[in-house]
């Protein structure tokens, strides 16, 4: 017993000697793999290039990227001669901006020290000025609508009446006069306007906990309800332009865009007719997937700028993918999707619809391309944060 005593006893420094060598070994070899830590200064810093827009005349892009004081800030260049000029002074950096459809004012929205109550203001591209578009005391300024068929018009929602309720009113971009539009009866959560600018629809969320879309036949025209969805089918909004579950009109103003979950176990992009509430056709859906959609914008779809039909949707199952809805980009989508790893989406169009600005999502820096479909031809223009593609970065 003695021998067998003392011969275990032996055993085990020798065998605690190599456990620890082992384990230091593997967490040797371990360590030695580990990616390098990414500084804090490259993630914390405002992006080099973001936000990336192209403007309706297709002649012009527009970004947001650093001031001299490391703010960002909005700039603008021009596409056949490069020249680039910023075009703001904030001192508190900016959240996003659109282009006006007159092609030479920019929008955006900014809060005074972080009081939260945003004023929309318009740049003036070829003179210069800022101006404050809803220069009123104490309100907040929401939603944007804009139509090319009124370039020199806006529609932005703001509690000047009620500081609980948000009312749609009639911007000039020249002038600044403003005129209410629309009256929130006090459910609303988000407006949409037809092709001719005039609001005609609306998102509510009722008493009875339902969502509703109401239309109207003219801007004078009385509100009908021609959709509603039990709390229990409808689809989850988040921020989503509000809460809006409306795309837009038709061209003709006749038939809407929604992105329903009605008696559907996945929210579908449905056509309704405007007079009967009819769900006249399913334009996009998926069993096992959901409209893609962000917290940014409404749902993520491609639509043809000059005639409004939907050209592809995007579905979000174990990661966002594109299915046309129009076999004509189908092409374009298939060059798009082999051009870059990560997911993509197309945020900005000119006019003429052949101008695309793609955005790609990856693990790592957000690329940013400029794609000609008449040549089929994307060009890389920039990334947000260049400096990370140095540093590995965890799949997602």
Not at 38 to 67: C, F, Q
Not at 242 to 248: H, R, S, T
Request: net charge negative; charged share 20%; hydrophobic share 40%.
């Amino acid at each position: 017993m003695n021998l067998k005593f003392t011969s275990s006893i032996s055993a085990v420094p020798c065998l605690r000697t190599l456990a620890i060598a082992m384990m230091l070994f593997f967490c040797g070899s371990s360590f030695a793999q580990d990616p390098a830590l990414i500084p804090r200064k490259v993630i914390d810093e405002a992006a080099d290039h973001d936000l990336l827009t192209i403007s309706p005349d297709g002649k012009m892009i527009a970004y947001t990227a650093p001031s001299d004081k490391g703010v960002s800030n909005i700039w603008v260049e021009d596409l056949a001669t490069h020249q680039k000029r910023m075009v703001t002074r904030l001192q508190r950096g900016i959240g996003g901006y659109q282009w006006a459809y007159d092609n030479a004012h920019l929008l955006y929205q900014s809060d005074e020290n972080g009081n939260e109550d945003y004023h929309l203001y318009s740049v003036d591209l070829k003179s210069g000025p800022i101006r404050d578009l809803t220069p009123f005391q104490g309100i907040r300024s929401e939603h944007l609508l804009l139509e090319p068929s009124h370039p020199n018009e806006i529609l932005v929602s703001m509690n000047l009446r009620d500081p609980k309720v948000f009312d749609v009113y009639r911007v000039n971009l020249e002038t600044g006069a403003t005129l209410m539009d629309a009256q929130n009866p006090g459910d609303v959560i988000g407006w949409t306007a037809d092709p001719n600018l005039v609001v005609r629809a609306a998102t509510a969320f009722n008493d009875n906990l339902e969502t509703v879309v109401r239309v109207r036949d003219s801007a004078t025209a009385q509100w009908r309800e021609i959709l509603k969805i039990p709390f229990e089918e409808a689809p989850f909004l988040g921020q989503v332009n509000g809460g809006n579950i409306i795309v837009g009109f038709t061209q003709d103003g006749k038939r809407l865009l929604v992105g329903s979950s009605k008696g559907s176990p996945t929210n579908r992009l449905v056509e309704l007719d405007t007079a009967t509430g009819k769900e006249l056709r399913v334009l996009a859906s998926d069993p096992q997937a959901d409209l893609w959609q962000n917290f940014a914008t409404s749902f993520i779809l491609l639509r043809d700028p000059r005639d409004r039909h939907v050209q592809a949707a995007a579905f979000d199952y174990l990661k966002p993918e594109w299915r046309a809805v129009d076999p004509a980009v189908a092409a374009d989508l298939k060059y798009l999707s082999s051009l870059q790893d990560g997911v993509f989406i197309i945020p900005s169009q000119d006019l003429s619809g052949n101008k695309w600005v793609v955005w790609y999502l990856t693990n790592g820096p957000i690329s940013f391309y400029l794609y000609d479909r008449t040549a089929h031809k994307a060009t890389l223009l920039f990334q947000d944060r260049p400096g990370l593609a140095k540093y590995k970065l965890a799949e997602m």
